[in-house]
């Protein structure tokens, strides 16, 4: 046995937001080639993610949704029932001046970025608690939680937040042998994660493996 197969999600579902590109398509495949399901959120053309977890045998759903709008979360929990594991990682940034950044701009970032991850978490929380399962959630953080950035403060408030709603989660969560973690990634960061092999990524999300512990744990990087 190799140190990867400690990490196979076979039969599991997971679910991905902002799976079309870039860390959120990357993480998804890396979930198939791990032997996961992956439901597919995004606004952007989701073909060619789907495609490519096809081709490794595993099944992707699709799901088109707008996090900007409230509905979308109950839409994105019906189209992924059953699901195991639900990765955070949609999210925009709107970039201004602090004293010319505008309401439209702080609400959509904040309603991106923090209040559908709530949403979505609660959802996904209440249904592994309804079925006595546990689960595992990974939200996609940032550094500028910690450096507050230029331009960017509706962006940095909400990724803070962030922080404190996943330890509030993993404190709350641990009745429900769910594990919740933020993973933090700066830009370079990115970029490195998008260049990583599939299997890479599968170990680096070897926070979902099924042979690991159950309790929940706040983990930031």
């Known amino acids: 046995m ?9 039969g599991q579902l997971a679910i991905v937001t902002g799976a ?19 439901a597919l959120v995004a606004r952007g053309d989701l073909r060619e993610t789907t495609d490519a977890i096809e081709r490794l ?25 059953g699901a195991d594991i639900l990765v955070n990682n949609a999210g925009i940034i709107r970039r201004s001046p602090f004293l010319e950044f505008s309401d439209d701009d702080w609400d959509a970032v904040i309603e991106v970025n923090l209040r559908s991850v709530f949403a979505l978490s609660r959802g996904f929380a209440r249904a592994l ?10 939200n996609i953080a940032s550094m500028l939680s910690f450096q507050g950035g230029v331009r960017v403060a509706g962006y940095t408030a ?3 937040g962030l922080l ?8 709350e969560l641990r009745i429900g042998r769910g594990r919740v973690r933020p993973w933090n990634g700066t830009r370079r960061r990115r970029r490195v994660a998008g260049a990583m092999t599939n299997r890479l990524l599968a170990a680096l999300l070897s926070l979902l493996s099924p042979r690991l512990d159950r309790g929940v744990r ?3 990087r």
Do not use: P
């Not at 079309?20 to 993480?27: F, H, I, P």
């Not at 045998?57 to 029932?81: F, P, T």
């Not at 608690?129 to 990974?138: M, P, T």
């Open 2 to 10: 190799s140190v990867l197969d400690l990490f196979r999600l076979d």
């Open 20 to 38: 079309s590109r870039g860390l959120g398509a990357t993480m998804a495949l890396a979930l198939a080639e791990a032997g996961a399901d992956v």
């Open 57 to 81: 045998g595993r099944r992707a759903v699709a799901i088109e949704a707008d996090l900007e709008e409230r509905g979308e979360v109950d839409e994105i929990l019906q189209h992924a029932q």
């Open 129 to 138: 608690a309804h079925r006595q399962s546990g689960g595992r959630i990974i």
């Open 158 to 160: 909400a990724k803070s």
């Open 164 to 171: 404190g709603l996943t330890r509030a989660m993993a404190n």
């Open 218 to 220: 706040s983990y930031t």
